[in-house]
T-cell receptor
């Protein structure tokens, strides 16, 4: 049970922003939202995580809805290297990390 | 800083055999988790070791077992291999118990094929 819902695939043009949605309608008050991505032929890599407030780092931004039932990972300028499967994970300390099938992002030149 | 490494890269076994997969964590990381990733799916959590003890496990049969050593190396052992065990096996390390805050660092995986 992945506990999150994401679109199977999305497309973006290079150098344009990408908004990857995630639904986690049954989230509890102490669950964090983590995003990982998996480039072809590699293991997953951490992207960003947050609890309630929007978060920014060098890779991306995470926008969390006020009711916390959904979130959006924002890549500000997609590059070809950003083509990957993006996983949205609802996680709390003491639980197992549960990956869903993720969203496969294609970036068109 | 050396990342997480895994060996071998690829492995072919036959049904019924046993296999040992190895992982070397980043220095200072005392938590290692193992995942199985079938083709086209997300990684599935197998178990986690913290300071050499298994402290968390997913819904996997006992033929999946593991060890963690003090030198930041770990093993995943699978006995009585079945065809469905064919998958990419990933290990991930983190500096302490996977918490709501910490990121996991994944290795590139070992591709196991069971014939």
């Amino acid at each position: 049970d992945a506990k999150t819902t994401q679109p199977n695939s999305m497309e973006s043009n290079e150098e344009e922003p990408v908004h990857l949605p995630c639904n986690h309608s049954t989230i509890s008050g102490t669950d964090y939202i983590h995003w990982y991505r998996q480039l072809p032929s590699q293991g997953p890599e951490y992207v960003i995580h947050g609890l309630t407030s929007n978060v920014n780092n060098r890779m991306a931004s995470l926008a969390i809805a006020e009711d916390r039932k959904s979130s959006t990972l924002i890549l500000h300028r997609a590059t070809l290297r950003d083509a990957a499967v993006y996983y949205c994970i609802r996680f709390n300390y003491g639980q197992n990390f549960v990956f869903g099938p993720g969203t496969r992002l294609s970036v068109l030149p | 800083e050396t990342g997480v490494t895994q060996s071998p890269t690829h492995l072919i076994k036959t049904r019924g055999q046993q296999v040992t997969l190895r992982c070397s964590s980043q220095s200072g990381h005392n938590t290692v988790s193992w995942y199985q990733q079938a083709l086209g799916q997300g990684p599935q959590f197998i178990f986690q070791h913290y300071t050499e003890d298994e402290n968390r496990r997913g819904n996997w049969p006992p033929r999946f077992s593991g060890l963690q050593f003090p030198n930041y190396s770990s093993e995943l052992n699978v006995n009585a291999l079945e065809l469905d065990d064919s998958a990419l096996y990933l290990c991930a390390s983190s500096p302490w118990r996977v918490s709501s805050y910490n990121e996991q660092f994944f290795g590139p995986g070992t591709r196991l094929t069971v014939l």
